[in-house]
């Protein structure tokens, strides 16, 4: 623990002291469980293993300048897992017994919560899976529900500069009417071959198409894409993208720092267009992106020569990392002190 280097993390699991579990038995909640093992003992027929009922959520805790501990937008990540579970017919987390297991795990863990200025932040991992047996593919009637928590670092290793990425044609992670705009496991599971073959090819991450016509942007692998163009903060508004409370955050800072902003469907030949794009979510904070480039047609799109992210990318960065940091004002109420 002593000799964790804060300011060289990578975005990865490491050990910590404890995580917290509750099991829904009987059609309701039991009693919050604290362990410091890092294994689970499910039954062989957890429908979590054979049909994938399986959700997660994540979201930080950072050390603020004044060394208190916040934690961000949790009840946002609660309303999401709800509505996960209500999606692939799990028990529902009440707000209440996740805020009591997310308060009580970084408590556990506050020796693990990076110090202000290492750029480090603490990652909670919630997971909610179906642990009961079945063999016809029926939800569980048995689930748990735990939370982890590791302390990292930037999500691409690059930090905030610029990341290259490349859009894929042959490869969906969500289809129309699926699973797109929750948090389940599969759509990662989808997303792993077009990912790997992207990191292989030299790309930080995928940008999806809309699985049904291929013409508009959807997903930037685990984050939400965002362009800027003539004071415009522009994102994808579709049905299949995860609804990133970062995205959410940033289209309020947009209008904060005097930029209008776009939510609509957003054709491909559009990138050609925007001066400043990037990739944006809890663990990507902002990645902007230098270029994409388009595999199949073998098109290239740049928004960065120099390897410098643009002006608004940098603005808005500095201003979510400023609230999370209690270096500003929380105008808008965003964070939690974890007393
Ligand atoms: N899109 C996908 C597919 C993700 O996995 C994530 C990460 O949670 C996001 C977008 C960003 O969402 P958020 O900002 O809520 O972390
Ligand atoms: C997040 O940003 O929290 C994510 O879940 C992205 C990824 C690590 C799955």
């Not at 992207?198 to 362009?227: M, Q, R, T």
């Not at 609804?243 to 289209?251: A, D, E, H, K, Y």
């Not at 990739?279 to 595999?295: E, L, M, Y």
Request: glycine share 10%; with cysteine; aromatic share 10%.
């Amino acid at each position: 623990m002593k000799d964790i280097k804060w300011g060289e993390l990578p975005f990865g699991y490491s050990k910590t002291n404890y995580n917290v579990r509750c099991y829904y038995r009987d059609g309701k909640w039991g009693s919050i469980e604290t362990t410091s093992s890092e294994h689970v003992s499910i039954h062989m027929a957890a429908t979590a293993l054979h049909y994938g009922q399986e959700a997660f959520e994540g979201l930080k805790a950072f050390r603020g300048k004044d060394g208190q501990i916040r934690l961000f937008r949790w009840e946002e990540n609660a309303k999401r897992l709800q509505k996960s579970a209500e999606g692939i017919m799990m028990a529902e987390v009440p707000t209440e017994l996740f805020m009591k297991m997310i308060m009580r795990v970084i408590k556990l863990n506050k020796e693990f919560v990076p110090p202000y200025g290492t750029g480090a932040s603490l990652y909670l991992r919630p997971v909610l899976f179906g642990s009961g047996a079945q063999v016809g593919v029926k939800p569980a009637d048995e689930y748990l529900f735990m939370v982890f928590v590791t302390p990292v670092g930037p999500y691409f290793k690059e930090g905030f500069k610029p990341v290259d990425i490349q859009l894929v044609r042959d490869y969906d992670r969500a289809a129309p009417l699926g699973t797109g705009s929750i948090k389940v496991g599969g759509n990662y599971a989808a997303s792993l071959r077009p990912g790997t073959r992207a990191h292989d090819e030299g790309f930080a991450s995928v940008l999806f198409l809309d699985a049904k016509e291929k013409k508009y942007i959807d997903e930037a692998g685990p984050a939400n894409f965002f362009g800027i163009k003539d004071g415009k903060y522009i994102t994808p508004d579709s049905n299949t993208v995860l609804p990133s409370i970062t995205n959410m955050s940033l289209r309020q800072i947009a209008e904060d720092i005097g930029l209008t902003v776009e939510r609509r469907s957003v054709p491909v030949e559009e990138l050609g267009t925007f001066e400043e794009a990037g990739a944006c979510g809890t663990a990507a904070i902002i990645s902007p992106i230098g270029k994409i480039v388009d595999r199949e047609l073998d098109k290239t799109y740049t928004f960065s020569t120099d390897g410098e992210p643009g002006p608004w990318s940098t603005k808005l960065y500095e201003r979510l990392l400023a609230i999370q940091l209690g270096e500003v004002e929380d105008t808008h109420g965003w964070n939690t002190i974890v007393e």
